[in-house]
């Protein structure tokens, strides 16, 4: 029972590379995010998908796209990193009601240097 | 709009003694409310939430947590800590009648001390 998958677990990029990381789920659920986790500031949302074909600017978006590729998969991409933008990234999806919990992935260490 | 706070970095306890870790929330309608608990190097896991009803939810691991209106708090308790329950732990709510996202605290740190 996978859950949330992420890739991958690590990665160092320099500035200005591009990267996607990439999420799957397998417990069929419509909706679908990425967060990022930096001391002292909890969980900031990135982008969101509240289903397959739709996708939302959560509260720290910029320098970030999302693709929801299908009702499993849901990528985020960094165009051009920036230093600002090491940190750990979250996947994590659930069925889409607003009281259900959210399932969450192992992680992305990402370093920009 | 929606916030949490949790007001302690670091909570530090004893193995045995009773430990609280405690969660303000802000809403402009009724909440609903979480607590999830990370582990070094791994992703969030879900303990509890509290949707309507009881105030009192119970949850993973001998974990509860008591829903208070007045106070805007949703602290989580357990009667009797043990070592494993050192971990990070973040408080979470959603206003019900918005269509915003779960909004997470900063977290606090549980250290319990053999």
């Known amino acids: 029972n996978a859950g949330v998958t992420q890739t991958p677990k690590f990665q160092v990029l320099k500035t200005g590379q591009s990267m996607t990381l990439q999420c799957a789920q397998d417990?069929?659920?419509?909706?679908m995010y990425w967060y990022r986790q930096d001391p002292g500031m909890g969980l900031r949302l990135i982008y969101y998908?509240?289903?397959?074909?739709?996708?939302d600017k959560g509260e720290v978006p910029n320098g970030y796209n999302v693709s929801r590729l299908n009702k499993r998969e849901f990528s985020l991409r960094l165009e051009s990193a920036a230093p600002s933008q090491t940190s750990v990234y979250f996947c994590?999806?659930?069925?889409?009601?607003?009281?259900?919990?959210?399932?969450f992935g192992q992680g992305t260490r990402l370093t920009v240097v | 709009a929606q916030s949490v706070a949790q007001p302690e970095d670091q909570v530090n306890v004893a193995e045995g003694n009773p430990l609280t870790v405690k969660c303000t929330y802000s809403v402009s309608g009724n909440p609903y409310l979480f607590w999830y608990v990370q582990y070094p190097n791994r992703g969030l896991q879900f303990l509890l939430k509290?949707?309507?009803?009881?105030?009192l939810v119970k949850g993973s691991y001998g974990f509860e947590a008591e829903f208070n209106k007045s106070q805007t708090s949703f602290h989580l308790k357990k009667p009797s800590a043990l070592v494993s329950d050192s971990a990070l732990y973040f408080c979470a709510v959603r206003d019900i009648g918005s269509a915003r996202q779960l909004t997470f605290g900063s977290g606090t740190q549980l250290t319990v001390l053999p």
């Open positions: 998908s509240a289903s397959e074909g739709t996708t």
């Open positions: 509290y949707i309507t009803g009881d105030n």
């Open positions: 417990m069929n659920h419509n909706s």
């Open positions: 994590a999806s659930n069925g889409g009601q607003g009281y259900a919990e959210a399932f």
